[in-house]
Nanobody
Framework: QVQLVESGGGSVQAGGSLRLSCAAS????????MGWFRQAPGKEREGVAA????????YYADSVKGRFTISQDNAKNTLYLQMNSLKPEDTAMYYC???????????????????WGQGTEVTISS
């Protein structure tokens, strides 16, 4: 089992920045990949970014490329999402997810991940 706890959400104006953190605990040494998802009111949960531990590969949704950066700190068992140049359309609940399987679907697929955090809310005002 892996437990995930997100933090760092908040309310900022458009153009501002936030850094989300996802602290992992439990059976973390078998983690194969971790990702950030978001869900805006009335919309489907969508993949934002992912990190694969084997080779350090990262993936981003087109809507956040060049503005968001995913990173991880092994010593702290923490995943980060640095979000810059924030836009009102980035407003959503942001979730951290993790999985231990080498194969399981596309990085942006919800089914790819077994473990989920409770989410942290991000609100961007114009």
């Amino acid at each position: 089992q892996v437990q995930l706890v997100e933090s760092g959400g908040g309310s900022v104006q458009a153009g501002g920045s936030l850094r989300l953190s996802c602290a992992a605990s439990g059976y973390t040494y078998a983690t194969y990949c971790m990702g950030w998802f978001r869900q805006a009111p009335g919309k489907e949960r969508e993949g934002v970014a992912a990190f694969f531990f084997g080779g350090g590969a990262t993936y981003y949704a087109d809507s956040v490329k060049g503005r968001f950066t995913i990173s991880q700190d092994n010593a702290k068992n923490t995943l980060y999402l640095q979000m810059n140049s924030l836009k009102p359309e980035d407003t959503a609940m942001y979730y951290c997810a993790a999985d231990y399987r080498p194969y399981g679907g596309r990085w942006y697929s919800r089914e790819r991940y077994t473990y989920w955090g409770q989410g942290t809310e991000v609100t961007i005002s114009s």
